[in-house]
Every structure is written in structure tokens, then in C-alpha cells.
């Protein structure tokens, strides 16, 4: 018999969790073990039950031969999503119920500031706690530089330097890797996610391809997301490298990864209808002449406010759409039956 309070569980009653999303099957753990289950389509596509993805906790009906019926997705303690990259189809899940978000980023060519706040957006914004950690410190001399640097805009965050290759800083993973608790890896293609995985598993949990000589980058294997249970008891989830990371509801999430941002807008300008241009007495500007606000923070800054408020306003569009469509359906099919009757 499986205990559901080593993947996590925080409850009586144990439930069973996704451990893997495929097309339309899912694979969970529950106490009778490892099993294959689908959507109970009533449930589902009935009473608009949230669909589930990696790390949640679900109901099931289970089967002993077969596949077993997921009934009802649990509240989660923290969640991640972006915009599905398929037009049209709104928000996608990626993750739930973790309890810390690895950020992570190579040391060589990869190394991308501003792609590591928008991760590190969407992770404040998750519920987690998230930590930067830069991989593949043994292909550089000296990353104390680069460090210095994610430091300064990963404002109140744990930045870690490793090597799945020759074991630098894993053991400063350990605090983060406790018995109960999850981890989702969250960063692009050849970052290293599996290979970091593979060596904090100490064996070949997941496939990891040669690295590339002439960009020092690994292509990466995961084709969808999936969580392992590490040898000390902690849950990893990884997630396939993704290219694009639509904002997706980060209000909070922004307050927290621009931190020091906030604080300046806190302050408040001379005219309250400062667009930080070049009013009179704007604390950003002034902020930014001193040095004590980069001005790329601010434009990053800037850059994923109006993408998140772009995504708001455009999924507000497309649901009064949605609804009106289906307004304009409800009064021609009650005028053809009334047209009916009539005759």
C-alpha cells in the first residue's frame, strides 16, 4: 500500500496524483499503486470540473483491470500556467501543488536576464517559492560575474551555481529537496532539467542528449511533463522546454519579481497621471538618473505589464465573444422552434 503523505498529501482520506499528462490518458500513484486513468466526461465536460494536470490531487473511481475514471480535481496550494501557445485556447496548465520552483538557466550561451524574469513572474505568481539555479558551471571559468549579475534582478531569491556534471552546489539543493516536498523544474530547452534531475536521482531517470559543439546547448527530450519521487523522498516535476511563455494572470506575480520597481512606484510622482515619461517630478525617472533603478528593469518591467494586461483584455474580448456567439445560437434556435410551432 502506497502512502500518498510521501508524494505529498497534506490530509486524510488520500486521494491519487497525476504523475504524468499524456494526449488524452493520465498516469497518477495512488494507494494501490501506479495506474492509467481518463476523464469521467460527465464530470468534466459536464460540470466544468478544472482539468488536471501534473502534481494534482484527484478523485478516482479505480479500476483493477483497465483504466480508472478521474472523478474531480482537488484544490491545488499552488499552481502554474501560461497562455496556451495554441491560438485561441486561453489559459494551459502546467503544473500544481509544488512547493518550490527551480528557475533555472545555463551559465553559457543560454544565459538570458530577461527571460529569467518572466520565469521568476510566473513563479511568485504560482504560490511557490522560487530559487535560480544556473547549470552547466564546469563549461565556464568563473561565473562569479553572471552570479553578481542574476543576484541583482532575482530581487529576495536563492541564485545557485551547478554542475550535474561534476556535482558543484547539489548539496545546497538539499534544503529545498525534503521528504514531501515538490519541486517543478521550469526553464527553455538544453538548460540541463534532466541532466540535473539523472544526478540528484544518482541514475538515469530521463533521457539526455549529447550537448552541441558549436552553441554548448543539449537538445532537450522531455515531450511532456512529469513527476519523479527522488531517492531522499522529495517529488521533481519536470516540464518540456518551452519556447514561448505567455503571461497569463501575474498581478501578484509581478509585484513580487519587481520588487524593487514597486517600491519606486510606491513613492509616487508629482502629477498622479505620471506615465513616467517626461513629467515633472516622476520618481521613476528620477530613480533611474541616480542609478539606484536600472533603467532595464524598468523597461522589463514595463515590457511584461502591458503583455499581462494585453492577455487580460484579450481573453475578456474572446469570452463576450464566446458568450455572444452562443447568445446569437440560443435566439435562432428558439426562433426556428417558435417558427415551428407556428406552422
Not at 503523505?5 to 501506479?34: F, K, M, N
Not at 464530470?43 to 472523478?71: C, H, K, M, N, W
Not at 514561448?244 to 498581478?251: I, K, N, P, T
Request: proline share 3%.
Amino acid at each position: 500500500m502506497i502512502q500518498m503523505e510521501s508524494y505529498g498529501w497534506r490530509g486524510s482520506d488520500a486521494p491519487a496524483r497525476i504523475t504524468a499528462v499524456h494526449r488524452d490518458r493520465y498516469t497518477l500513484i495512488c494507494p494501490q499503486g501506479q495506474v492509467y486513468a481518463r476523464l469521467k466526461t460527465g464530470a468534466y465536460y459536464g460540470r466544468g470540473e478544472e482539468f488536471p494536470t501534473v502534481g494534482d490531487f484527484v478523485r478516482i473511481q479505480y479500476e483493477d483491470a483497465g483504466d480508472s475514471l478521474i472523478l474531480q480535481t482537488l484544490p491545488r496550494h499552488s499552481f502554474f500556467s501560461r497562455r496556451n501557445p495554441t491560438k485561441g485556447q486561453g489559459e494551459q496548465a502546467i503544473a500544481a501543488n509544488f512547493d518550490t520552483v527551480f528557475v533555472m538557466s545555463s551559465l553559457n550561451h543560454d544565459l538570458n536576464p530577461a527571460r529569467i524574469e518572466r520565469y521568476l513572474t510566473l513563479a511568485w505568481q504560482s504560490g511557490a517559492t522560487p530559487v535560480v539555479i544556473l547549470t552547466k558551471a564546469d563549461l565556464v571559468d568563473d561565473c562569479a560575474a553572471q552570479l553578481h549579475h542574476v543576484q541583482s534582478i532575482a530581487i529576495g531569491v536563492d541564485v545557485i551555481a551547478v554542475s550535474a556534471h561534476t556535482g558543484q552546489g547539489l548539496k545546497d539543493l538539499a534544503r529545498y529537496l525534503q521528504p514531501g516536498k515538490t519541486v517543478v523544474f521550469l526553464g527553455s530547452s538544453g538548460v540541463g532539467k534532466s541532466s540535473l534531475i539523472n544526478a540528484l536521482a544518482g541514475e538515469a531517470l530521463m533521457d539526455v542528449r549529447e550537448i552541441r559543439e558549436d552553441d554548448s546547448r543539449g537538445r532537450h527530450t522531455t515531450t511532456h511533463r512529469q513527476l519523479f519521487m527522488l531517492p531522499g523522498g522529495a517529488a521533481v516535476i519536470d516540464t518540456p522546454g518551452m519556447r514561448e511563455l505567455g503571461m497569463w494572470d501575474v498581478s501578484s506575480g509581478l509585484s513580487d519579481a519587481f520588487a524593487d520597481v514597486e517600491e519606486v512606484l510606491a513613492r509616487g510622482c508629482k502629477f498622479g497621471n505620471c506615465v513616467h515619461g517626461s513629467e515633472p517630478g516622476c520618481a521613476v525617472k528620477a530613480a533611474i538618473a541616480s542609478g539606484e533603478l536600472p533603467d532595464a528593469r524598468w523597461r522589463a518591467y514595463q515590457t511584461l505589464q502591458q503583455e499581462a494586461e494585453y492577455t487580460e483584455n484579450r481573453e475578456q474580448f474572446l469570452r463576450g465573444k464566446e458568450q455572444w456567439h452562443k447568445s446569437i445560437a440560443k435566439w435562432s434556435k428558439k426562433m426556428k422552434w417558435s417558427g415551428e410551432i407556428r406552422k
